[in-house]
């Protein structure tokens, strides 16, 4: 389910980055407390900050289904891939 | 079963501008990849992916629009029937030589475009300059309007230098004024040809993470949908509960073949690094191996070993391994001068400073709380 949010802020051309920002002033946000920044930077550490947020979509119905959202990453390829040079 | 994620496949080493960084060694090599090359990829490389293999194949490492479109169109038709359907074909070009016939063929075979652009025009003409001397980057806007009017919108990679960081203001004003909505931000590194960078001679970290914390502050609160790669990746990576992927130093992840054929793995800019320890990183030729040739190398085999060695160090040894996974093996070559190594140059400013900026404008914005106070908009990340 997760990951269908995600695409679906995608598809709608929003950075996950601004999504996450946005979601500090959704009703009842979420907030990831840490003791120190490394804390952070660590697979799923901000899980709990992504949720369908109207006012990044303005779509108050779906998520787009895991496999929507997998073929949307097929179709992505490498597009968060390490390598810089492409 | 085999599932690269990114195949580099170098149509000639030859490239039509002469930029000033360029790490591209055989930049005057005319020569053209054969129709044998471009088999024994079909036949030795592409049979052996997975029918649900995902890689992203680009056509690099030299200026690819100086090959004419009849090549890529024969090229297309060879390798189109035994590619996986989940695979994108991708060309990575400077835009100088963008045509009619270009965008009508990228429009047509559905082949996505990278387009190197490093900011405003001065910066950009300061260093990528026609072989002649003369700046590029008029000439390159016109053809990025060319292509976005023909209904494709360029990923831009913009590589930095030392004095690029302090005008994150003229660089997110560039991008938005351009309609650009997709970039990633390269560094100018010491690595193959170019032997110096404009961050050698101090750490460039903290400007980083200023310059890109600066132009992610500005597009939100414009409302610009910015979407800058190596940011992206690690919100990614902190949203989703994986395992950081790094392609260099996972076996055949990556996989290089150069218009001779020369077969490379790890990070495709091996084929610009001379190490006659490593045959060059020469892992085979494809005309003259077969995939499980290449795989079962000698040099490969320890050039792995040499890598993963190099990645634990990473593991135990960095805070930000999480979001990285082990670095760049060919960084770590160019600028350590062994694979068994840890941190480099793109470490700090492509890896660290980005993921500081991430979580300081998080923090900003209120959806992140370090230590026992909250930080409001205008404060920055302390421990």
């Known amino acids: 389910m997760l990951r269908g949010i995600i695409e679906m802020l995608d598809m709608k051309a929003v950075p996950l980055t ?50 929507q959202g997998a073929k949307r990453q097929m179709a992505q390829g490498c597009w968060y891939g390490y390598w810089r040079r492409c | 079963m085999w599932r690269p994620r990114l195949i580099v496949l170098q149509p000639t080493p030859y490239c039509n ?39 992203r194949i680009v056509w690099h490492a030299g200026e690819p629009t100086v090959v004419p479109v009849a090549w890529y169109e024969s090229a297309y038709e060879k390798l189109r029937p035994v590619t996986p359907s989940g695979a994108v074909f991708a060309v990575q070009t400077n835009g100088i030589a963008i045509s009619a016939a270009w965008i009508e063929f990228l429009r047509r ?43 494709i919108r360029p990923n831009v990679i913009t590589v930095l230098h030392r004095e690029s960081l302090f005008a994150p203001d003229d660089f997110y004003g560039f991008y938005r004024d351009n309609d650009i909505g997709h970039v990633s931000f390269s560094i100018d590194e010491a690595n193959g040809a170019n032997g110096a960078s404009s961050f050698d001679a101090a750490d460039g970290k903290a400007a980083m993470t200023a310059f890109l914390r600066r132009i992610l502050d500005l597009a939100f609160a414009e409302g610009y949908r910015l979407h800058i790669r190596e940011i992206e990746r690690i919100a990614q990576l902190l949203t989703e509960d994986i395992a950081s992927h790094n392609e260099q130093v996972q076996p055949w992840d990556v996989v290089a073949v150069a218009a001779n054929g020369n077969v490379t793995s790890f990070s495709p800019d091996f084929m610009e690094l001379r190490s006659p320890d490593h045959n060059d990183f020469c892992f085979g030729n494809i005309l003259e191996n077969d995939f499980d040739e290449l795989v079962g190398s000698e040099i490969f085999k320890r050039t792995a070993e040499e890598i993963r060695v190099g990645v634990e160090l990473c593991r135990t040894g960095c805070g930000y391994f999480g979001v990285c996974g ?11 001068g062994s694979l068994k190594s840890g941190e480099t140059q793109f470490c700090k400013l492509s890896i660290q400073a980005p993921a500081d900026a991430l979580v300081e404008f998080l923090a900003g914005q209120g959806a992140v709380q370090i230590g026992s106070k909250a930080l409001n908009t205008n404060s920055t990340l302390q421990s």
């Open chain 2, 17 to 55: 501008i002469n930029c000033d960084y360029c790490y591209l060694g055989n930049r005057d090599d005319r020569r053209l990849m054969t129709p044998a090359v471009v088999d024994a990829i079909r036949d030795k490389l592409f049979a052996r992916m997975a029918a649900d293999a995902s890689p």
């Open chain 2, 109 to 151: 075979s559905g082949t996505q475009v990278g387009m190197s652009i490093d900011g405003p025009q001065r910066f950009h003409d300061a260093r990528r300059k026609t072989r002649a001397g003369t700046p590029t980057w008029a000439l390159v806007m016109e053809n990025l309007r060319k292509l976005q009017s023909g209904g």
């Open chain 1, 18 to 67: 601004f999504a996450l920002a946005l979601s500090a002033a959704a009703p009842n946000a979420a907030t990831a407390a840490v003791g120190d920044p490394s804390e952070l930077l660590r697979s799923g550490s901000l899980r709990n900050l992504v949720r369908p947020n109207e006012a990044v979509t303005g779509d108050k119905s779906g998520e787009v289904s895991d496999d």
């Open chain 2, 326 to 336: 082990g670095g760049s093996p060919s960084n770590k070559m160019s600028e350590n």
